[in-house]
């Protein structure tokens, strides 16, 4: 290295060394710069603090005033003015009466459970069904909640808040306090052999607080409904869902086999109702209506240990006035006198059917049913002696179906000649078959409208059974719930749409229709509907059957019902024919009635005309095939 090159890097580090104490920081700067950093750091600490949720559980009134002012500020921040009511311990307070038990919690002012005295649920299936007690509202997944809008922008859910208890008798009053004249109250009252509880809740002093041009406090409810009847997957799919009224509307629902959201935000409400198969749990307002609401329920897989799960958004009426907003809660069965005392259509949460099947439910088959248990005490009997009524109701379709069928047994030689006849020729075989009936005055169908007009009876008891809760759990032989399905025997392996279990009614039932069949067709010519006529008499046999698999997971009131029908079907026709009916007669009216001057018109004319018709276009058709004359062009020719 030469003296030139030693020379430049020694000016270079005196350089540096230079320029290193002319950056250097003074003892003031250095103190300044100690200081941002300090600050960065305690800022970074209220950042990682506030970040943590604060564990307010596992703090104590008495504990309160030990916080740190990180911790203080946190919770102010979080609940504002209600910074005293975050801090508590839950405690369980309870109303009760002859038919309820209801158990109160003080964290969020709300129901914790409500027990139905005279009311059960089954346990799981076994050989001998066990009852257990019967809880709404018990679910801890279940919110009840108030979501308050303060004027920081921020909101307050009074499920976080402690609330003080004040109970006197059957009315517990709850208070979560901002201050001692500021404060949100909810206050249930209990009345003696009622399932309704007087709710109100009230904000007083609170205007202040509260975001301004606040007109409507939002109340969430979920609940997730328990399994509590026999067949879970119809409970879940045909009876269990939310009912609400709008002001000068029916009432509606959601939909009952599939989730569903109904808007009705900009409608106000009479009520609701979270509903299942026999229960409810149901806000109902007094004297002002509920200013809207969203109604949602939300389907749940059939493995799931809920039912169905049910979220309403009801909005509250707010004034600055401090007047409570009434309510009343009703938390038990769906007994339709008592939800029709109501006088504002709540009776149509009982799932009774809608147009004419829930009016022939509501004012005749439910009175009929009501009268009949004032004087018998067993609902399987009650069904005997409904069907006894309904049989003697319908007699005389009855009687006019089976003298119909003695007519056509009677003109039975002669059917069968004209088929010997024209057995090659179906078409006028049915012909000659429609002028035979019109000769002697008998409609072939004559039958078949009695039994048409039969059908809402049968469609309004389908509906009733499943509905009506005097069934429910109500033994007959066998069967220990008339509402669901009976159980004679158990399987061992589950069948395809059919099940574990055998419902012995149903299996009677399928038996009796189809001896009942066998026995009322023996005598009828059922190819006087054609091929159609054939295709009846196969669904006859076929349709009891087939409803082995759908009655057998059903209500067995309604299998109850259709056996003991069958059954005096069988004895109604038995005795008709061969004792009301004089077939001799019958044959002397027919042939009074062949000699008589026919009139032109009439159904018999009517349905002539239609098969010639229908006789014409098939010769057509054939003869178009076949490339031949059909007979009305061979004799337009010969003319």
């Known amino acids: 290295m030469d003296k030139n090159t030693i020379i430049g890097f020694t000016l270079l580090f005196i350089l540096l060394i230079t320029w290193q104490q002319l950056l250097k920081p003074s003892q003031a700067q250095i103190e300044e710069m100690k200081r941002v950093e300090d600050s960065i750091k305690k800022a970074q600490q209220v950042v990682d603090v506030a970040e943590k949720t604060i564990d307010v559980t596992a703090i104590t009134p008495d504990s309160l005033s030990g916080l740190d ?133 009230q904000l007083v002093g609170l205007g202040n607080l509260l975001k301004d041009n606040t007109n409507t406090i939002d109340l969430t409810w979920v609940q997730h409904l328990d399994k509590f009847e026999r067949n879970a997957s119809y409970e879940r799919t045909q009876m269990s869902t939310t009912y609400f009224k709008a002001v000068d509307e029916q009432t509606s629902y959601c939909k009952l086999a599939k989730s569903n959201v109904q808007d009705m935000s900009n409608k106000q409400i009479e009520w609701m109702a979270h509903s299942s198969q026999f229960f409810n749990s149901a806000l109902l307002t007094k004297n002002q209506p509920f200013a809207g609401g969203i109604f949602e329920t939300i389907m749940l897989d059939e493995n799931n240990e809920d039912l169905k799960k049910l979220h309403s958004q009801i909005k509250i009426p707010y004034s600055s006035d401090a007047k409570p907003f009434e309510m009343e809660l009703f938390v038990g069965p769906k007994e339709y006198k008592t939800l029709a005392a109501y006088n504002n259509e709540f009776q149509y949460t009982v799932p009774y059917g809608w147009s004419i099947i829930g009016t022939v439910n509501r004012y005749i088959i439910r009175p009929i049913f009501g009268f009949l248990g004032r004087f018998i005490g067993n609902q399987g009997i009650i069904i005997l002696v409904l069907t006894l009524i309904v049989k003697l109701l319908l007699y005389p379709l009855t009687y006019r179906m089976l003298y119909s069928q003695s007519k056509m047994s009677a003109l039975k030689p002669q059917i069968e000649k004209i088929k010997e006849k024209f057995k090659d020729e179906p078409q006028q075989q049915q012909m000659e078959t429609m002028k035979m009936y019109r000769e002697f005055g008998v409609n072939p169908l004559g039958g078949c409208f009695p039994m048409l007009l039969q059908m809402p009876i049968w469609f309004a008891l389908y509906r009733f059974f499943p509905a009506a809760i005097e069934f429910r759990q109500a033994s007959f032989l066998w069967a220990s719930d008339l509402s669901s399905y009976d159980v004679f025997a158990r399987l061992p392996f589950e069948i395809p749409f059919y099940g574990a279990h055998i419902s012995m009614f149903t299996i009677l039932w399928a038996a009796s229709t189809i001896v009942y069949t066998v026995y009322n067709t023996r005598s009828m010519d059922m190819s006087a509907m054609g091929g159609n006529g054939q295709m009846m008499l196969y669904m006859q046999y076929f349709m009891p059957i087939m409803f082995l698999f759908f009655f057998n997971n059903f209500a067995s009131g309604l299998t109850v019902y259709l056996l003991f029908s069958s059954l005096l079907n069988i004895a109604q026709t038995v005795l008709t024919k061969n004792v009301v009916i004089n077939q001799d007669k019958i044959k002397a009216k027919l042939e009074e009635k062949r000699k008589q001057p026919k009139k032109k018109g009439g159904f018999q004319q009517r349905l002539e005309e239609a098969m010639k018709q229908q006789q014409k276009v098939q010769q057509q058709r054939v003869a178009q095939k076949q490339n031949k004359p059909t007979n009305v062009e061979k004799k337009n020719r010969g003319k």
């Open 69 to 201: 002012s990180l911790q203080k500020n946190q919770l102010t921040s979080k609940f504002g003015a209600f910074y005293n009511a975050a801090v508590g311990k839950e405690e369980e307070f309870i109303l009760e009466n002859d038919v309820l038990k209801v158990t109160f919690s003080n964290k969020g002012g709300r129901i914790k459970s409500v027990l139905l005295k005279e009311y059960f649920k089954l346990g799981p299936l076994k050989s001998k069904d066990e009852k257990l007690p019967l809880y709404l509202m018990e679910d801890e997944k279940d919110v009840f909640n108030y979501t308050l809008p303060l004027a920081t922008n921020s909101e307050i859910a009074t499920k976080n808040l402690f609330f003080e208890a004040n109970q006197e008798g059957k009315t517990i009053t709850f208070r979560a306090k901002a201050t001692d004249n500021q404060f949100f109250e909810q206050k249930y009252s209990l009345k003696d052999g009622s399932y309704a509880i007087d709710y109100a809740v």
